[in-house]
Nanobody, 125 residues
Framework: QVQLVESGGGLVQAGGPLRLSCTASGHTLSSYTMAWFRQVPGKERDFVAAITSSALNTYYTDSVKGRFTISRDNAKNMVYLQMNSLKPEDTAVYYC??????????????????WGQGTQVTVSS
């Protein structure tokens, strides 16, 4: 059983940066594609970014391209989401996700089989 733990959320002013981190309890992340999703109350969980196991490929939703960067440090068993130029519409609970199987799709929630508990990001205007 994989347990993912996110950290780094908080309150930030619009235009500011924030970095989220994700690690796994008792499990190595290096073999798996990882992703970040976000969700606001009453809405579906939306794809933000994904990174393949080797970090050769990254994928982003259009609204965060040029502002967010997903990365990983397999030696530290960590995945990161660097968020710059934050906007109030980025406010959400951010979730780290992992999948243990191959899929061509990176943006669907059902393409991932393990999830963290989420970390709140609030961007004030």
């Amino acid at each position: 059983q994989v347990q993912l733990v996110e950290s780094g959320g908080g309150l930030v002013q619009a235009g500011g940066p924030l970095r989220l981190s994700c690690t796994a309890s008792g499990h190595t992340l290096s073999s798996y594609t990882m992703a970040w999703f976000r969700q606001v109350p009453g809405k579906e969980r939306d794809f933000v970014a994904a990174i393949t196991s080797s970090a050769l490929n990254t994928y982003y939703t259009d609204s965060v391209k040029g502002r967010f960067t997903i990365s990983r440090d397999n030696a530290k068993n960590m995945v990161y989401l660097q968020m710059n130029s934050l906007k109030p519409e980025d406010t959400a609970v951010y979730y780290c996700a992992l999948r243990t199987y191959y899929s061509r799709n990176y943006s669907r929630t059902d393409a991932y089989d393990y999830w963290g508990q989420g970390t709140q990001v609030t961007v004030s205007s």
